[in-house]
């Protein structure tokens, strides 16, 4: 597992997964944000961080954490 920009060619290369979990937590929780509409700078490590993860060769996994603003921790 590595970190990586939301950019790079693993990040890109299938957003499947990534519109399937959306797709997912909409029907969960009612809502959910849209990861094409997600701001890239907000996995820039000083607001959070996108993983790439791979066996070998093969990609096997993607997935970000970014911070959220609150009253208790504004932007």
């Known amino acids: 597992m590595r970190a990586a920009g939301r950019d790079t060619p693993d ?9 399937a979990l959306h797709a997912e937590q909409l029907g969960l929780y009612g809502f959910a944000d849209d990861p094409d509409s997600t701001p ?6 000083s607001q959070g961080l996108f993983l790439i993860a791979r066996i070998g060769d093969d990609l096997v996994g993607r997935g970000g954490v970014r911070l959220q ?4 921790f504004p932007a």
């Open 40 to 45: 890239e700078a907000d996995f820039d490590l």
């Open 69 to 72: 603003p609150s009253e208790d």
């Open 11 to 19: 990040a890109l290369h299938d957003r499947r997964p990534t519109q």
